[in-house]
C-alpha cells in the first residue's frame, strides 16, 4: 500500500502548490504590504457563502499554533517534516485503502504547507467559508489534512487495521458451541465416553 498511498500524498501536494502559485502569481493576491502587515490582500466575493480571500497563516492548519518568530517557523517545519516522516513509516505498514488514503492525504498535506512555511515563512491560505459562519480561511492542503485526519478516525472506529492485522474473520459455529477436533490417527473411532 506504499505506492498508492505515496501517489495520493504527491497528488495532493502537486494540487495544493499549483493553487497557491495560481493565487499568488495570476490573481497577485499578495502585493508588498499583505504578507508583512496584512494590508492589500487579494479578495473576490464569488457568492454568498464562499470567497477567495487571502491570508498569510503563521501557524499550523486553520491557524492553531501561531509562530511568528524565526525560531516559532523552523519549530513548524520540523514538525510537519516528523510528522510526515511517521505517517510514512506507519504508511508501509497500512493493509487496508482506508488507512491508505487518510495517510496519504496528510502527508502531502503536511508537506504542502511545510513547503510554504520553509520559502515565504508562513503559509498560503485562501479559501473562505465564512458564508457558512466556518470562520478559517484555509487551503487545499489544510482540507487534505483535515479529511485524512477524519478518515483516520473513522478507520480506527470501525478496526480496519486491527481487522486486517488478524486475518479473515472467522464464522461462528452453527450451533453457537465450539466444536472438539475429532482426529484419528490409528484408524479407531474417536472415543465419545
Given at each position: ?74 519549530a513548524l517545519v520540523a ?54 459562519y466556518f470562520p478559517w ?29 488478524g486475518g479473515p474473520p ?24
Amino acid at each position: 500500500m506504499l505506492r498508492p498511498g505515496l501517489a495520493l500524498a504527491a497528488l495532493v501536494f502537486v494540487l495544493d502548490q499549483a493553487t497557491k502559485l495560481w493565487v499568488l502569481n495570476s490573481l497577485r493576491f499578495s502585493p508588498p504590504g499583505c504578507r508583512e502587515n496584512g494590508f492589500g490582500c487579494g479578495y473576490i466575493e464569488l457568492s454568498p457563502i464562499f470567497d477567495l480571500r487571502m491570508v498569510w497563516n503563521y501557524g499550523v492548519s486553520f491557524g492553531m499554533l501561531r509562530a511568528d518568530s524565526g525560531m516559532g517557523r523552523w519549530a513548524l517545519v520540523a514538525l510537519s517534516a516528523a510528522i510526515s516522516g511517521v505517517f510514512v513509516w506507519w504508511l508501509k505498514d497500512a493493509r487496508n485503502r482506508l488507512t491508505t488514503a487518510a495517510l496519504g492525504l496528510v502527508i502531502g498535506g503536511a508537506l504542502g504547507n511545510m513547503i510554504d512555511r520553509i520559502r515565504f515563512g508562513a503559509v498560503v491560505d485562501f479559501f473562505d467559508f465564512s458564508g457558512l459562519y466556518f470562520p478559517w480561511v484555509f487551503n487545499v492542503a489544510d482540507a487534505a489534512i483535515t479529511v485524512g485526519a477524519g478518515l483516520l478516525a473513522l478507520d480506527f472506529l470501525l478496526g480496519g487495521e486491527k481487522r486486517q492485522a488478524g486475518g479473515p474473520p472467522q464464522a461462528p459455529p452453527k450451533n453457537g458451541h465450539e466444536q472438539p477436533s475429532e482426529s484419528v490417527s490409528d484408524g479407531a473411532p474417536p472415543d465419545r465416553g
